[in-house]
């Protein structure tokens, strides 16, 4: 749930969450908030700075959405100044969005995993399997964008550079990648959203 009270830069804030004010971002950075600590060793630290984050970013996809919308009715002038506040909650998310990333990477350290490029191989907590060329692309690709849905083109062009693939041999090989981090037990889910794409979540539980 979000409630109504407006951030100073045109935004509104999620309940319960206090980030401290301050000038708009500059594009693509953010200020970390108010009593964040990257250095800590708590993964449950972590977890609950990336809900902060996850949540600022979808109460500012409400907020662009409907800005978009409203711009078709406006006058040029109005149109014009809704541009800039458009500009100031792009920011803004590009900003959430690497605050989201860097902590998505702590998460994982203080989670054990780590992936070694050259053997193809993803370790978590002492355990180990290798992967073929595309299923660790594939994992890659979703752990360095996490919390971000792909659809299949985007998948087959982004993650392998190969859009001449076909659609089935995604959903092939996200059945093959979604045993291997069961196998491991690497807490995400590889999820699937109708009319979003594959995204790897962060099991809350």
């Known amino acids: 749930m979000l409630r109504d009270s407006l951030e100073k830069q045109g935004g509104s804030t999620p309940k319960g969450r206090t980030p401290r004010r301050r000038p708009a971002e500059r594009r693509g950075q953010s200020?970390?908030?108010?009593g964040e600590d990257i250095a800590t060793t708590r993964w449950e630290d972590a977890r609950h700075w990336m809900s902060i984050y996850a949540d600022l970013l979808?109460?500012?996809?409400?907020?662009?959405?409907?800005?978009?919308?409203?711009?078709?009715?406006?006058?040029?002038?109005?149109?014009?100044?809704?541009?800039?506040?458009?500009?100031?909650?792009?920011?803004?998310?590009?900003?959430?969005?690497?605050?989201?990333?860097?902590?998505?990477?702590?998460?994982?350290?203080?989670?054990?995993l780590w992936l070694d490029p050259s053997g193809r191989m993803v370790r978590h907590k002492g355990r180990e399997v290798a992967l073929t060329k595309r299923e660790f692309q594939l994992l890659q690709f979703l752990l360095d964008h996490p919390h971000r849905f792909f659809t299949t083109t985007q998948i087959l062009g982004q993650a392998w550079a190969d859009p001449a693939l076909f659609p089935e041999e995604v959903r092939n090989y996200v059945r093959r990648l979604r045993k291997i981090l069961v196998d491991l037990?690497?807490?995400v889910d590889l999820v699937n959203k109708p009319g979003r794409g594959y995204s790897l979540v962060f099991r809350t539980d």
């Open 58 to 112: 979808e109460f500012k996809r409400g907020i662009l959405g409907r800005v978009r919308r409203d711009m078709t009715t406006l006058s040029p002038p109005a149109q014009k100044a809704a541009s800039v506040d458009l500009e100031i909650i792009e920011s803004q998310m590009e900003g959430y969005q690497a605050r989201l990333d860097l902590w998505y990477r702590r998460l994982w350290e203080l989670q054990g």
């Open 185 to 187: 037990g690497i807490p």
């Open 31 to 34: 200020e970390a908030l108010e």
